[in-house]
């Protein structure tokens, strides 16, 4: 069995002939947004997951909580598997994944028989000569990784992002991707304006020239890597900056729509974004707290203006 990153790599290795196509298995969950419940078992895991999924517009929420429910399960089942491979690459969206994988194989104490591919590269972007190569190349997972992985987990469940924090001042020569990952996702906290870093680039962007929201995103992914932000997730950030009490940005005909709904979403990312007086204020230094209800979830931490923690310049603080 084989648990990689979502679709499109399962696509990817079976064409490269890798695995047959039912023997891998994508683990879907954007775990970058929303909460991570970690009291109740893997029930109440899937059920907030599932739906805040569906609220955020990634599908209907039995279909989501059915299909983590079913990945859960094939870690349960792993002593059915001979083997068991781990697909992921080192962006911030894999290391989520990998570290909740690890963390739910660390119950069982499974070392026997698990194997590990990191890349630095993107699944989606290699070879079959290559994907056929990094195949022959998983190397056996130790207990230190699993042992890392547990405390990494809970950090991310817990109701502050303190831990998180230290940790990511921890070098983990086992997992090697995962400190900057960590380090990347303190900085979608708010900062000193009250905004994370997508949305700052994307205010940054904007003050170069106005420009169309499905532009905006390619112009973000330039501006980061490692990439891992699906253009779903951007559009919802950006989405946020125009229909709020005081707006940053304007040109958005409304809320992003589901995707379901091909014409409005057409237009949706052909409207034209600028920033308002406020975005250019905030990029002077204003506060976006200050003027706007702040209420989102970084991991297992609730953000709002009354429960406030910022990062900026490597430190971390609760205002």
């Given amino acids: 069995m084989i648990l990689t990153n979502g679709d499109s790599a399962v696509e990817k290795l079976t064409l490269a002939g890798v695995a047959s196509h039912d023997e891998i298995h994508p683990w879907r969950d954007v775990l970058h947004e929303g909460p991570i419940v970690l009291d109740g078992g893997a029930e109440a895991f899937c059920e907030a997951r599932a739906t805040y999924l569906a609220e955020a517009g990634f599908g209907s929420m039995a279909e989501i909580k059915t299909g983590m429910m079913q990945s859960h399960q094939l870690i349960v089942a792993h002593g059915g598997y001979e083997e068991v491979e781990l697909w992921f690459e080192h962006d911030l969206y894999d290391q989520l994944q990998l570290i909740q994988i690890l963390a739910l194989l660390s119950d069982h104490a499974r070392l026997d028989g698990v194997s590990l591919v990191q890349t630095s590269n993107y699944i989606g972007e290699m070879t079959s000569t290559e994907l056929q190569e990094a195949a022959g190349h998983g190397a056996p997972i130790t207990m230190a990784q699993l042992e890392a992985s547990r405390r990494l987990w809970s950090a991310l469940g817990a109701s502050t992002p303190k831990e998180v924090f230290a940790l990511s001042q921890e070098f983990l020569p086992t997992l090697p991707f995962v400190q900057p990952a960590l380090e990347r996702f303190l900085q979608e906290l708010p900062g000193r304006n009250g905004l994370g870093r997508v949305q700052n680039i994307i205010l940054d962007l904007l003050s170069i020239s106005p420009t169309t929201a499905g532009r905006l995103f390619g112009q973000y992914c330039e501006q980061e890597e490692p990439r891992y932000l699906g253009d779903t997730s951007f559009f919802k950030l950006l989405e946020k900056l125009q229909f709020c009490e005081k707006p940053v940005v304007q040109g ?68």
């Fill in 252 to 319: 958005l005909a409304g809320p992003f729509p589901s995707y379901l709904d091909g014409e409005a979403l057409r237009d949706w990312v052909r409207a034209e974004v600028s920033l308002t007086d406020h975005g250019i204020a905030i990029l002077g230094g204003a506060d976006f707290a200050q003027h706007n209800t702040i209420d989102f979830w970084w991991s297992g931490t609730r953000i709002s203006n009354n429960n406030m923690w910022r990062f900026a310049d490597g430190e971390l603080w609760r205002d």
